[in-house]
């Protein structure tokens, strides 16, 4: 062996040594945690809520960063071209891994190849909700109301292409009704307009959703879910309005970017595993109206192809395209 490849040789050994022993340090400094949409919505109260108690188990601090924009595919793509550190993380939605992908040909991140999935850590149920001020009572009423004015009235959502706008999508199939969407940023961005009449219709998770509620300037007419939530056990869902087999959840998952170190992903899957477990955090999502979860990595794939198969139906039914 002449010299030169002999230092070639020594300086992968030693760049090995350093990587292997980086993955096993792993956590030295704290790691940023990317929410794809505005501070306030769902995602981010989810976010911020459940890293809390998560910093412990990894015993480092995580560090929220909001980067809103274009339903999400902005704060994913820049996690996708981010360093396979382990120090760079996303918390996905249906909106970013299952609709997005499917809906938007132009997105510029691949689930399956920019990505590995780490742990599923919650779901949501959503809620129909109309300004307090629109003159209507159940579903029966909001539905007569849209059939007796086609096109004038709307429904808003955090974006094309997210879980609030296939939602919206999916009612108007099943109610028959024709709503214009109107697209926002971030759910959190809706309730303004809502609330000087607006918007007509919104259908979100109850996270974001139930301080306005509560305060009367949302009425809420049925919940997404199969079964009434126990949190609102008066509120009927919409299956039993007449809607049937109407089912529609949001999940929310951790992923790192395609590359990161098999030990680096498996520290951080335990750590929000072992979060989850905690009783005080499990009560603290059940009054957020969110349900903890938990998974494998592998868990987590299985679970996100079979909703991005689901939302793949109703997308080529309805012809639904993001440009």
Same mark, same amino acid.
């Given at each position: 062996? !002449?010299?030169?490849?002999?230092?070639?040789?020594?300086?992968?050994?030693?760049?090995?040594?350093?990587?292997?022993?980086?993955?096993?340090?792993?956590?030295?400094?704290?790691?940023?945690?990317?929410?794809?949409?505005?501070?306030?919505?769902?995602?981010?109260?989810?976010?911020?809520? &459940?890293?809390?108690?998560?910093?412990?188990?990894?015993?480092?601090? &995580?560090?929220?960063? !909001?980067?809103?924009?274009?339903?999400?595919?902005?704060?994913?793509?820049?996690?996708?071209?981010?360093?396979?550190?382990?120090?760079?993380?996303?918390?996905?939605?249906?909106?970013?891994?299952?609709?997005?992908?499917?809906?938007?040909?132009? &997105?510029?991140?691949?689930?399956?190849?920019?990505?590995?999935?780490?742990?599923?850590?919650?779901?949501?149920?959503?809620?129909?909700?109309?300004?307090?001020?629109?003159?209507?009572? /159940?579903?029966?009423?909001?539905?007569?109301?849209?059939?007796?004015?086609? *096109?004038?009235? /709307?429904?808003?959502?955090?974006?094309?292409?997210?879980?609030?706008?296939?939602?919206?999508?999916?009612?108007?199939?099943?109610?028959?009704?024709?709503?214009?969407?109107?697209?926002?940023?971030?759910?959190?961005?809706?309730?303004?307009?809502?609330?000087?009449?607006?918007?007509?219709?919104?259908?979100?998770?109850?996270?974001?959703?139930?301080?306005?509620?509560?305060? *009367?300037?949302?009425?809420?007419?049925?919940?997404?879910?199969?079964?009434?939530?126990?949190?609102?056990?008066?509120?009927?869902?919409?299956?039993?309005?007449?809607?049937?087999?109407?089912?529609?959840?949001?999940?929310?998952? &951790?992923?790192?970017?395609?590359?990161?170190?098999?030990?680096?992903?498996?520290?951080? !899957?335990?750590?929000?595993?072992?979060?989850?477990?905690?009783?005080?955090?499990?009560?603290?999502?059940?009054?957020?109206?969110?349900?903890?979860?938990?998974?494998?990595?592998?868990?987590?794939?299985?679970?996100?192809?079979?909703?991005?198969?689901?939302?793949?139906?109703?997308?080529?039914?309805?012809?639904?395209?993001?440009?």
């Amino acid at each position: 062996m !002449n010299r030169y490849v002999a230092g070639v040789v020594l300086s992968l050994s030693g760049l090995g040594w350093s990587l292997g022993a980086s993955a096993q340090t792993y956590p030295v400094k704290p790691v940023r945690l990317v929410v794809p949409f505005p501070a306030g919505g769902a995602t981010d109260i989810l976010a911020r809520t &459940i890293s809390q108690k998560a910093s412990e188990k990894l015993g480092q601090t &995580i560090v929220i960063d !909001n980067r809103p924009g274009a339903g999400g595919t902005i704060g994913s793509d820049h996690v996708a071209k981010s360093a396979p550190d382990g120090y760079t993380l996303l918390i996905a939605t249906g909106s970013t891994h299952s609709i997005g992908p499917v809906i938007n040909p132009k &997105i510029p991140y691949s689930v399956e190849k920019d990505f590995l999935p780490v742990v599923y850590v919650a779901k949501t149920s959503s809620v129909l909700v109309v300004p307090g001020s629109l003159p209507v009572r /159940n579903l029966a009423e909001f539905i007569a109301l849209a059939k007796a004015k086609p *096109g004038q009235l /709307n429904f808003g959502s955090s974006g094309n292409g997210t879980n609030s706008h296939l939602s919206g999508e999916l009612f108007k199939a099943q109610a028959k009704v024709f709503l214009t969407h109107i697209p926002y940023r971030g759910t959190g961005l809706v309730f303004n307009d809502m609330m000087s009449g607006q918007v007509h219709m919104l259908m979100d998770n109850y996270v974001t959703s139930q301080s306005n509620i509560k305060e *009367g300037k949302l009425r809420v007419l049925g919940v997404t879910s199969p079964q009434r939530l126990p949190f609102l056990p008066d509120v009927p869902t919409l299956d039993e309005q007449g809607l049937t087999g109407f089912d529609v959840s949001n999940w929310f998952g &951790i992923y790192a970017p395609a590359g990161t170190p098999g030990e680096v992903t498996t520290k951080v !899957n335990a750590a929000f595993n072992q979060a989850l477990q905690d009783s005080d955090l499990q009560k603290r999502l059940a009054s957020l109206g969110a349900t903890p979860t938990g998974s494998t990595p592998e868990q987590m794939g299985v679970m996100v192809a079979a909703d991005a198969a689901k939302w793949s139906k109703l997308i080529r039914e309805r012809k639904l395209v993001v440009e």
